[in-house]
């Protein structure tokens, strides 16, 4: 991921789509706030959710579904920040949608981690950061919380090279702790930033400074801070790599702001960074050939679809990363895998709480198209061309489940909407190619309930998830006379996914090793590329 490369059309160099990687509890929620607020789009913080996605509970959960609208808004949101214009994408933070969030970290060019002072390095945040490093993302860190006890500096910075095998290079760089902190150092800018602790949305004032021995030093920082202060930068300039922007878009330098969301401090600076270190928009993977952003031609492809979010009407929003070109409303087109022409007349925006007609969408930017279905994850829209974006993997459940409705009359509609919630990414459904019913796999056990919720609640359809004879599901893969020769002869283990693909289901990996090694020809995956 390198910017080494001609230079792009203003209007996609001003943008910055990423996304934002924490802990639940280390402030992603109201970091996103202040990002909101100093981006002009919502006049006072608390605005946009009270409560940080990853602590809900199931209740919470469908207490949101209910108010889609909301949880849509949040999906994708735009804002501009001085010359640039922002997209910052929602991660669903609990662990349970895992393949929600690795498919929506495949719509960013960056990510911001997030991380709490005082707790540095947490298991979710490790986890996402091995997403991201699959991708090559090139990472902002935010150490939040300094406000408040935190760990020394030297060991939060170790900890996240130590853990994260990352190198960590000091944007800015913090002074005093918990209740002496009063700000920061912009080591890129040499600027004092100091906190306002009474006023929590006011920016901080920040001190032009001439160097470390600038004697205006003294005036703002106590002396034995200053002394600390003198001290660690000194060591961090001989222990620390300095920021090389390259490294940092090929992912293996992370520039660490030290900051309080809460009290907007550090939040400015961060988002500076963004602006002027953050990628541009990035080449798309594709077959037969990858999307260049500038090229004149519109392409996109639907990494996200949202359903049922007016249950009266049916329709559905799929989200949209535009990879190339400047899409204008109105526009035609075609919709590679049905090889359809699509007029794409009311695609929308989101401008924090408020969901807008998108006039115009460029290279980078996240448009969301009502539907009644035909737009699905993984789809290609181009002007045309027949290209496949590439790299949208779907992973094999590891829970998987029975279902019955609970009126048998009713499995029909059954059918229905479990397809639709296939199609929406939230689960995997098999149809047995013996018996009847489906087994529903999905990659948390919260998800079931979910699910079972949303069934009764978007289609009046009580159900019941039981326990399933298999455990385990692999997409089987080989030439068309090996898988039917190896179909035949294990039809119990056999079925279809949503989109017609065979299937293997089993509860032992004794028969995943087995047929390794009876069926050379014949390859098991855990992972498939949706198209
Ligand atoms: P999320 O779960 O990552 O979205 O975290 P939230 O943004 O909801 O924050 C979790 C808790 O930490 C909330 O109670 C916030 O008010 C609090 N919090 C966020 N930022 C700061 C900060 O800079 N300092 C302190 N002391 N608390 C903060």
Known sequence: MLDNRPELPPEIARR???????????????????????????????????????RRTRSDFMAMEKDRGISVSASAMSFDFKEFRFNLVDTPGHSDFSEDTYRTLTAVDAAIMVIDGAKGVESQTQKLFEVCRMRDLPILTFCNKMDRESRDTFEIIDEIQENLAIDVTPASWPIGVGRDFIGCYDILRDRLELMDRADRNKVAESIEINGLDDPKLEQYVPEDQLNTLREELEMARELLPPLDRDAMLEGSLTPIWFGSAINSFGVKELMEGIASYGPQPQIQSAEPRQ??????KVSGFVFKVQANMDPKHRDRVAFVRMASGHFKRGMKLTHVRTKKP?????????????RELAEEAWAGDIMGIPNHGQLRIGDTLTEGEALRVTGIPSFAPELLQGVRAGDPLKSKHLEKALMQFAEEGAAKVFKPSIGSGFIVGVVGALQFEVLASRIELEYGLPVRFE?????????????????????????????????????????????????????????????????
């Open 16 to 54: 910055r789509t990423f996304a934002i990687i924490s802990h639940p509890d280390a402030g992603k929620t109201t970091l996103t706030e202040k990002f909101l607020l100093f981006g002009g789009a919502i006049q006072m913080a608390g605005q946009v959710r009270a409560k940080g996605e990853a």
């Open 291 to 296: 999307i260049l952003p500038e090229e004149t």
């Open 342 to 354: 699509m007029a794409i007349s009311n695609p929308v925006m989101f401008l924090a709480s408020d």
């Open 467 to 531: 326990a399933s004879q298999f455990t385990s599901a692999r997409w089987v893969k080989g030439d068309r006379q090996a898988v039917d020769k190896f179909v035949e002869s294990n039809k119990q283990h056999i079925s279809h996914d949503h989109d017609g693909d065979i299937v293997y289901l089993t509860r032992l990996q004794w028969d995943i090793d087995r047929v390794a090694r009876d069926y050379p020809d014949i390859t098991l995956t855990a992972t498939k590329e949706m198209m």
